[in-house]
Every structure is written in C-alpha cells, then in structure tokens.
T-cell receptor, first 114, second 113 residues
Framework: NAGVTQTPKFQVLKTGQSMTLQCAQD?????MYWYRQDPGMGLRLIYY???????DKGEVPNGYNVSRLNKREFSLRLESAAPSQTSVYFC?????????????FGDGTRLSIL | DQQVKQNSPSLSVQEGRISILNCDYT??????FLWYKKYPAEGPTFLIS?????DKNEDGRFTVFLNKSAKHLSLHIVPSQPGDSAVYFC????????????FGGGTRLMVKP
C-alpha cells in the first residue's frame, strides 16, 4: 500500500545550497503534482505533469525546476535554496485529468532553509 | 482566476453533534469542488466532492452542500467523532489545467469527547 512516496521526509539546507526532492507513485497514474504548504495556508501548486514527458508551471514556480523522469517518478529541484522556500512540500498523483478523479498525496517533505 | 476562502481557521464541536465547515469562492465557472482532510504529519486525503450540476452530495456521515447563487459550499459531518479532528481543506479543481487544485486556507476541526 505504498501509494505516493516522498523522500526525504526532513531536510535542513543552508541558503544557496541545491537539493532534489524525490517522489514516486506505484498506482500507474498519469498525472503528478508538486505543492507547497506554508503555515496557516492551503497548498499551492508549484508544477505539474499531466503525462509522462510534459511539465507545466503552477501558481508558484519561481525558484524551482521539475523532471518527470518516467511515469512513476516526478522530482522537484531547488537550484539555490532561499529562506522563503522553507515549507512543507507535497507530491500528488491522479489517474489523469478526467472528471471526478481525486489526487492522492504523499506525506510530505519538511524543508528548512537557514 | 478562482479564489477559494475558508474564513474560519478553527472550529470546536462536541462529539455526536454536527460539524459545519464553510467555503466561499469567487468565480462562478467551475466543474468540481473537493474536500480534503489532513492529519498532522500526513498528506491530505480525499473526502468528498461535488460537481457544479448538483447542489448536494452525500457519503455516509459527510454531506457537501453547494449554493451557487451565494458562491458558497459547506461540509456537514453528522455525527461528529473524535477521529474527525483534523484540518479540512476545500479545493477547486481546474479541469482545463491538468486537474490542478486551488486550495482554501483550511479549517482545523476539534471534536471533543
């Protein structure tokens, strides 16, 4: 019952360091997403991949890059981390963009940037 | 652009009573709204959805009501149980943009035994 798996669960970085957050799903879903959640706020979409080989910007893409490595994996990269990127990052997947197909979420990566 | 707002950051309810969580939106054009539930240190889990062509959807103890004229939806939990204590998010799904979700800020529900 793995579902959506995110690694690592916690990470502390220094300003300017780079890092890649990993996400993998075992549900054969076509679409994958990266969100961030800041205290007292809802989740905000960073990037998404509607299908293997495609990626698109979401609401807050600045400072991030993504790679849809294959159907299972969707990674999020911070090239030069900034304190404003301290957040909890959630990866999600769904079957496709069809109607009434909810997204399934991982348990998050807690990232602190000093 | 669609904005989704949950104006009550928290709600406290006695076990067995009804919990009502509210959500307002700005854009009349939508296909689906979804409710997600989130426990600490876990990702959100899908609870229930409603399409724009309905005014009510029910699943067990959970019912979502949609009032299109007021641009308002609400989630009713009856009867409330201590295990329902969590943060609840209302989210709009954009079916024209890869199924992406726009979330409200969430309401923390506390159900007291």
């Amino acid at each position: 019952n793995a579902g959506v798996t995110q690694t690592p669960k916690f990470q502390v970085l220094k300003t300017g360091q780079s890092m890649t957050l990993q996400c993998a799903q075992d549900m054969n879903h076509n679409s994958m997403y990266w969100y961030r959640q800041d205290p007292g706020m809802g989740l905000r979409l960073i990037y998404y991949s509607a299908s293997e080989g495609t990626t698109d910007k979401g609401e807050v893409p600045n400072g991030y890059n993504v790679s849809r490595l294959n159907k299972r994996e969707f990674s999020l990269r911070l090239e030069s981390a900034a304190p404003s990127q301290t957040s909890v990052y959630f990866c999600a997947s769904s079957v496709d963009g069809g109607r009434n197909q909810p997204q399934h979420f991982g348990d998050g990566t807690r990232l602190s940037i000093l | 652009d669609q904005q989704v707002k949950q104006n009550s950051p928290s709600l406290s309810v006695q076990e067995g009573r009804i919990s009502i969580l509210n959500c307002d939106y700005t854009n009349s054009m939508f296909d689906y709204f979804l409710w997600y539930k989130k426990y600490p240190a876990e990702g959100p889990t899908f609870l229930i959805s409603i399409s724009s062509i309905k005014d009510k959807n029910e699943d067990g103890r959970f019912t979502v009501f949609l009032n299109k004229s007021a641009k308002h939806l609400s989630l009713h939990i009856v009867p409330s149980q201590p295990g329902d204590s969590a943060v609840y998010f209302c989210a709009w799904r954009d079916d024209n943009a890869g199924n992406m979700l726009t979330f409200g800020g969430g309401t923390r529900l506390m159900v007291k035994p």
